[in-house]
T-cell receptor, first 113, second 115 residues
Framework: DQQVKQNSPSLSVQEGRISILNCDYTNSMFDYFLWYKKYPAEGPTFLISISSIKDKNEDGRFTVFLNKSAKHLSLHIVPSQPGDSAVYFC????????????FGDGTTLTVKP | ETGVTQSPTHLIKTRGQQVTLRCSSQ?????VSWYQQALGQGPQFIFQYYREEENGRGNFPPRFSGLQFPNYSSELNVNALELDDSALYLC??????????????FGPGTRLTVL
């Protein structure tokens, strides 16, 4: 039973355009949702998070949207840059303990110059 | 401020053997979590240690065990290795306060291959 799902294994966009990465979850007990970015040979790096009491959080070029009724969240990157090319993981956890996160299987984003 | 480090980088073992992986937490952090990432999948939570005590465990058998030391470095031990244990093992440290959500910082991982 995979509680966090990223249904698109890969996404390719042109530099300067918007990248939209999607994530669905099944556990309504999750309190926080996060996005991580992972480059080859490195560990995941925290990108942005959102609390379950909010529906939007923005940080520079990155915005995360949460639709609790649909149990769906998305990460928008605009404008996309070649350096954004990486694997993006969606994750979720209960309470404030991010160290017990449940991860999706990731989406590989390729931004073409 | 040093980041999270892990050793070794790569490791090859034979089925049935035992392995110990090591993690040095980021300075000031009191919590370490271990994850297993199989090829093509996301990290899967193994267990967490908070102030040297186990603080939660995922769906992994008892042959996966751990330790956290007073300096908050940590070890992951796996006994009776199986072929399916081949994966990238990630550790992540954080400062657990309970007051607000913490952020975990990952090491680069140890790639374990079981033959």
């Amino acid at each position: 039973d995979q509680q966090v799902k990223q249904n698109s294994p890969s996404l390719s966009v042109q530099e300067g355009r918007i990248s939209i990465l999607n994530c669905d979850y099944t556990n309504s007990m999750f309190d926080y949702f996060l996005w991580y970015k992972k480059y080859p040979a490195e560990g995941p790096t925290f990108l942005i998070s959102i609390s379950s009491i909010k529906d939007k959080n923005e940080d520079g070029r990155f915005t995360v949207f949460l639709n609790k009724s649909a149990k769906h969240l998305s990460l928008h990157i605009v404008p996309s840059q070649p350096g954004d090319s990486a694997v993006y993981f969606c994750a979720a956890h209960k309470n404030t303990n991010a160290g017990k996160s449940t991860f999706g299987d990731g989406t590989t984003l390729t931004v073409k110059p | 401020e040093t980041g999270v480090t892990q050793s070794p980088t790569h490791l090859i073992k034979t089925r049935g053997q035992q392995v110990t992986l090591r993690c040095s937490s980021q300075s000031g952090h009191n919590t370490v979590s271990w994850y297993q990432q199989a090829l093509g999948q996301g990290p899967q939570f193994i267990f967490q240690y908070y102030r040297e005590e186990e603080n939660g465990r995922g769906n992994f058998p008892p042959r996966f065990s751990g330790l956290q030391f007073p300096n908050y470095s940590s070890e992951l031990n796996v006994n009776a290795l199986e072929l399916d244990d081949s994966a990238l093992y990630l550790c992540a440290s954080s400062l657990l306060t309970g007051a607000s959500t913490d952020t975990q910082y990952f090491g680069p991982g140890t790639r374990l291959t079981v033959l």
